[in-house]
């Protein structure tokens, strides 16, 4: 009978803390190590499909990870509101604990199996699939990913070890501002170490990670594309507004880098002046057309033009919400955590924890 697999669950204190993108370098940088690894989500966030549950984080990390089928644990529940009503109507009687057993106890996954936990310590719990609770039912390890606020941080992990214990064998500091990296290292870091709870990586801030796409932008703000329809996978990091005079939109434009700029279809001197700049999109609102000139500068530069049916508050509270969720599906992000996990994640320390020591790498 083949050795059962340790299973590792990648957790967070907080929705939105990095965890796929964890996950995404942490298995890339074992496959190096020529470990033989799974992956899966037990608790998804997608409603169910004619075949079963699906998740994109699962179809994508999947994909990334170049998995045989025999490497994917499958979901147990998507997380939505109507499985959350029919369990509260006492129209779900399933025993999750007891499929979870079944689905992830019965078959060989692999040498270790990643698991991606839900937004937070709680979720899942109106199903018994909380992080602990699904940690105990499949014997699991736990490491937890934190986004770093200020060095009051450290408290939903200490909270945390209280819950988890033992199986709490590290933790994950994501999106350190540069100039507060040597302050988490001298100060965070030694603590943690003090309350057994191993600091495996610090992972620096990114602008690129935080980044999104304009086709995600086209996505949620429902945009007509008015040009360059095959420019949207540039990547967008911040948002300007232009609703000020020209001189000082010049002025503001020319401080930020790789904007989106939202502005009124009528506003012909601020959509000049951001095609000048550092623009990776212009986001006309009130359903008004450009001018043709706009239009044709656009073409020339390789910026699209998008459309909305919406008035500027709404659109930049949209944009804003699209950067508070960003998810890590573009290719440039993938290569980048990889790059950020060999340089800032201790690989070595954590297989030396698990106990697994990988294949000697070929010569």
């Known amino acids: 009978m083949p050795k059962s697999a340790k299973y590792l669950l990648i957790g967070s ?147 945390s070890k209280q819950l988890l214990g033992e199986r709490l064998i590290g933790v994950v500091i994501n999106d350190v501002p540069e100039k507060k990296m040597p302050l988490v290292d001298s100060t965070m870091k030694p603590f943690l170490e003090q309350q057994g709870i191993p600091l495996l990586g610090v992972l620096p801030r990114s602008d690129l990670l935080r980044s999104v796409s304009v086709r995600e932008l086209v996505h949620q703000l429902q945009a007509d594309i008015l040009c360059c329809g095959d420019r949207l996978d540039l990547m967008v990091e911040s948002l300007a507004i232009g609703a000020m005079n020209v001189n000082s939109a010049v002025k503001y434009f020319r401080k930020r880098r790789n904007m989106a700029v939202v502005t009124g279809g009528d506003r012909v001197e601020i959509q000049q002046a951001a095609l000048e700049t550092s623009t990776q999109c212009l986001i006309l609102t009130g359903k008004l057309p450009p001018q043709p000139f706009i239009l044709s500068r656009a073409e020339e530069l390789e910026i699209p033009i998008l459309s909305v049916d919406l008035d500027t508050l709404t659109t930049v509270e949209i944009v804003d919400h699209t950067f508070g969720q960003v998810r890590v599906h573009e290719p440039i992000k993938v290569d980048f955590i990889r790059h950020l996990m060999t340089k800032h994640f201790d690989v070595e320390r954590l297989l030396d924890i698990l106990g697994l020591s990988p294949a000697a790498t070929l010569s």
């Open 13 to 159: 204190t907080e929705a939105y803390s990095g965890k796929s993108a964890t996950v995404l370098g942490l298995s890339h940088l074992l496959q190096e190590k020529q470990l033989d690894i799974g992956y899966g989500k037990p608790l998804g966030i997608c409603s169910n499909a004619t075949d079963g549950i699906v998740d994109e984080d699962v179809e994508f990390i999947t994909n990334s990870l170049k998995l045989s089928p025999t490497r994917i644990a499958p979901t147990v529940l998507a997380l939505d509101e109507a499985t959350v009503e029919k369990r509260l109507r006492g129209e779900d009687p399933t025993d999750y604990q007891q499929a979870l057993a079944q689905k992830y106890l019965e078959q060989q996954l692999g040498e270790l199996v990643l698991l991606e936990g839900p937004g937070n310590l709680t979720a899942g719990c109106l199903f018994d699939l909380s992080l602990s609770q699904v940690t105990q039912v499949i014997d699991a390890t736990v490491i937890l990913v934190t986004r770093y606020h200020s060095l009051a941080s450290i408290e939903p992990l200490l909270a």
